[in-house]
Structure formats: structure tokens, C-alpha cells
């Protein structure tokens, strides 16, 4: 048997190698693949590398590169390893594979621009594990989700569900906009809330469901109605607005605002035993307004205390909003932009709508400009549920 080093000295004169001034300066880029340790890779990676563990390599080269053909750098620290993993690569007949000479170090210290990869505090590991299985989200969906902010308009009905739902996923930041007090006609379907809440703010209340659910949640009490003087201010900060309102008036206000501010709004409704459910996207069409261009007059509003709701029905809409939420900050999928789903809850069913952008749309229009939309506080005419 020879030993680690003569087998080494062997592979050095048998294995294609590029040095580091080779790799930079490459014109089209080979795949870079870093076959290093977990610990390894943690300290710091080269930009636009796909880091397979050296164990993992015959397992999951052929997901990443497919054409046996193509030009692909391995580097590990110093450039021993992945000698033998270039090797292991021409076994699988993979021929236009070299090893970065001198590896990582050699990268660093030639002053070549390197990153810290994606990486999850170990705790965060456990957590979000059954996301970071998802390709479609792994860890630097993860980030992307801790780093977002987003905000529920109401603390009640919608916004139970939705925002815990989120801060389970791990949405960084969530604003809670609501200035009700918890109320024991609430808690048939504000599972935020509980018994022991009664007379609490809802934002207070929600607060300590959500921090318990997820400590990493920094939650953004707005114990306030949304206003036309408050709103551009308080939804500005946000990605994603969750419009969880029971109520005509703020559902415009949200809408126009959200135009103003370019931001997308997940919108449901719920009364009785059906919900409707949409999004509004950030570019602003179609929009509510394209749905329904003025509030109806006050005396044909069904007052939402006297139709009753269905307890489980927000349940269920406040969970696919989350459910939106995730798609646009992770940017996977296909939202329902441009669709209104509507669910009846008696029947079992889900129909689904078109949703067409109005020309003559008093927001989103041609030829509006949207940075002069009015704000309108439109009259309340129905209670919260
Ligand atoms: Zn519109």
C-alpha cells in the first residue's frame, strides 16, 4: 500500500489542476464546487460556489452538473483534498473537472473576493429543519424569511392565524396593527387570544402567543386603526401587508396605500361561510379598486356582528394568506395575483375567479399617477369580529 503522501504526489501529477489566477480570470466561469467540512465552509466560501461536502460528492454532483462535459473547479483548504475528489469526479466520468491548487487559503490570500456562506444559528437549525429539507427554501430562504417584515392589519379573525403562523416560520419582524381590546365574543375564532386575555389589548395578547410560539419573532405592536394620517408611516417599513381587516373603510386605505408605497397586500375577506382570498402585487394590478372602485353606501353594508361568521372560516383564509406571504418573500411559486379564490365553506369548494386589471381603474388606471392617490377615511359601518 503507499503511503498518504506517495499516493498524493501520484494524484498531483495525474489530476488536472488551475491555480487561483487561472480561476479568477477564467472568461466563462466552470461550476465551482466546495468539497470542505460543515466547519469549514462555515468560515467563509467563494461567491457563487456549491458547496458539496466531499462525502456527498458522488451522491449529488450529477443534481448540480449534469453535462459530464462541463468545465468544473473543486477546491477544498489547501488543495489535497480535492485532488481525490477530482478523481472520484473522472470515475463518474466527469472530464473536464481540475482542483483548485493551494484551495481556499491560496484564494484568501491571493486577496480574492470570498463570502460568508447562508448559515443558521444551531437552534435556528433545529427549528426551521423540515424548511431547510425543501430545496425551494433552505437556508438562505431561511434568512430570507428572518430578515422580512411582515405586517397584519387586525389581531383578530385573519390575523390570528396568519401571524401565527408566520412567526412559526420564522418571519424576522411582525407588526401587528389593531386597537381592540380582547373581548369573550373574540375568542370563538381569535385563536391569538385566550380566557385569561379578556380585557387585554389585542396586540399585548398576541404578542405574548407569538413570542412563546417563536422567540426569534420581534413582533411590532401598532395599537392603533389605521388611519389615513397613520398609514403611509406605519406600513412603509413592511414587505408584505396581510389585510386582515373586517372592515370597507380600511380595506381601501390599505389598498391605496400599498399602491403608493409599491408594496403587495395579501387581502381576505370572510363573512358568514365563505372567504375570498387574492393578492394584490407590489407593481399594483389589478387592485381592489379594479374589484370594487368605491365602498358601497353605508346602509347596504352587511353589518359583520349581525351576519356571524363561521369560527373555523378565518382558520382556514388566514392560513393561506401566511401561506401567500411566504411565496412572495421567497419568491417561489405562482401567487394569486390576478385571481380570487373563493372558498364556501358549506359546500366544500374552491372556485377561483380572473381578476382583470380596470383601465378606468380610479388607482391603478392608465394614466394615473400613483404617488398622488388620495387617502380617504372612509365612514366605519361595520363592527369588529
Ligand atoms: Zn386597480
Known amino acids: 500500500m503507499p503511503s498518504y503522501d506517495a499516493l498524493l504526489r501520484d494524484l498531483r501529477g495525474a489530476i488536472p489542476e488551475i491555480d487561483v489566477a487561472g480561476l479568477a480570470g477564467a472568461g466563462a466561469r466552470p461550476a465551482i464546487i466546495d468539497c470542505r467540512e460543515p466547519d469549514e465552509h462555515a468560515q467563509g466560501a467563494i461567491p457563487g460556489a456549491v458547496w458539496i461536502p466531499r462525502g456527498f460528492l458522488e451522491a449529488k454532483i450529477e443534481k448540480h452538473v449534469a453535462d459530464r462535459a462541463a468545465p468544473i473547479v473543486v477546491y477544498c483548504a489547501s488543495g489535497n483534498r480535492s485532488l481525490f475528489a477530482v478523481r472520484t469526479l473522472g470515475e463518474l466520468g466527469y472530464t473536464n473537472a481540475r482542483s483548485l491548487a493551494g484551495g481556499f487559503t491560496a484564494w484568501k490570500r491571493a486577496g480574492q473576493p470570498w463570502e460568508m456562506p447562508a448559515t443558521l444559528r444551531a437552534d435556528q437549525e433545529a427549528r426551521y ?60 375564532r381569535q385563536i391569538l387570544h385566550g380566557t385569561d386575555r379578556l380585557g387585554t389589548p389585542k396586540v399585548e395578547s398576541a404578542e405574548r402567543t407569538l413570542k412563546n410560539l417563536n422567540p426569534d419573532v420581534r413582533v411590532e405592536k401598532h395599537r392603533a386603526r389605521l388611519t389615513s394620517a397613520n398609514a403611509i408611516d406605519l406600513l412603509r417599513p413592511y414587505d408584505v401587508i396581510i389585510d386582515g381587516a373586517d372592515n370597507f373603510a380600511t380595506r381601501y386605505l390599505v389598498n391605496d396605500v400599498a399602491l403608493l408605497l ?124
Open 129 to 188: 429543519s423540515r424548511h431547510v429539507l425543501l430545496p425551494e427554501v433552505g437556508v438562505a430562504g431561511q434568512q430570507k424569511l428572518l430578515a422580512s417584515k411582515v405586517v397584519c392589519i387586525g389581531a383578530g379573525g385573519l390575523g390570528s392565524p396568519s401571524s401565527m403562523y408566520l412567526a412559526a416560520a420564522g418571519i424576522g419582524t411582525l407588526g401587528l396593527v389593531d386597537d381592540d381590546v380582547v373581548d369573550a365574543s373574540n375568542l370563538q
Open 262 to 385: 409599491g408594496k403587495p397586500v395579501v387581502h381576505a375577506s370572510i363573512f358568514r361561510f365563505e372567504g375570498q382570498l387574492t393578492v394584490f402585487p407590489a407593481n399594483g394590478s389589478p387592485c381592489y379598486r379594479c374589484l370594487y372602485p368605491e365602498p358601497p353606501p353605508p346602509e347596504d353594508a352587511p353589518s359583520c356582528a349581525e351576519g356571524g361568521v363561521l369560527g373555523v372560516l378565518p382558520g382556514i383564509l388566514g392560513v393561506l394568506q401566511a401561506t401567500e406571504a411566504i411565496k412572495l418573500i421567497l419568491g417561489i411559486g405562482q401567487t394569486l395575483a390576478g385571481r380570487l379564490l373563493v372558498y364556501d365553506a358549506l359546500a366544500t369548494k374552491f372556485r377561483e375567479l380572473k381578476l382583470r386589471r380596470d383601465p378606468k381603474c380610479p388607482t391603478c388606471g392608465d394614466g394615473i399617477d400613483r404617488s398622488t392617490i388620495p387617502l380617504i377615511d372612509y365612514e366605519q359601518f361595520c363592527t369588529r369580529r
